[in-house]
């Protein structure tokens, strides 16, 4: 497992951009698959976006596709997600997740992973 700490949250005004990290410990970074999450109050934690250990598979969820970006510096032992063009709705605590390859499971199933952050609030005013 890898310790994963996000940071990068905030609050933002509709149509603006944020850019999260998620920064994890251990040198064995480029071994994890890892996800984005996000749960709003009152609601089940739902899946954002994935990316493969390399880098160069994305997955996203419909919701945000077009607008988030997920990307890895595994150079740098970090994870990022791009948020532009934020809604209300996106308002959340956004979590990172890794699982170590190769992947079992869905990229989409957070019971797939093991390893959370303790999340960062994203709020988008209207």
């Known amino acids: 497992q890898v310790h994963l700490v996000e940071s990068g949250g905030g609050l933002v005004q509709a149509a603006g951009s944020l850019r999260l990290s998620c920064a994890a410990s251990?040198?064995?970074?480029?071994?994890?698959?890892m996800a984005w999450f996000r749960q709003a109050p009152g609601k089940e934690r739902e899946f954002v976006a994935a990316?493969?250990?390399?880098?160069?598979?994305?997955y996203y969820a419909d919701s945000v596709k077009g607008r988030f970006t997920i990307s890895r510096d595994n150079a740098k032992n970090t994870m990022y997600l791009q948020l532009n063009s934020l809604k209300p709705e996106d308002t959340a605590v956004y979590f990172c997740?890794?699982?170590?390859?190769?992947?079992?499971?869905?990229?989409?199933?957070?019971?797939?992973?093991?390893?959370w952050g303790q999340g960062t609030q994203v709020t988008v005013s209207s």
């Open positions: 990316v493969s250990w390399s880098g160069y598979s994305t």
């Open positions: 997740a890794s699982k170590r390859t190769p992947v079992t499971g869905s990229y989409y199933d957070g019971g797939t992973y093991d390893s």
């Open positions: 251990g040198r064995t970074f480029n071994s994890y698959a």
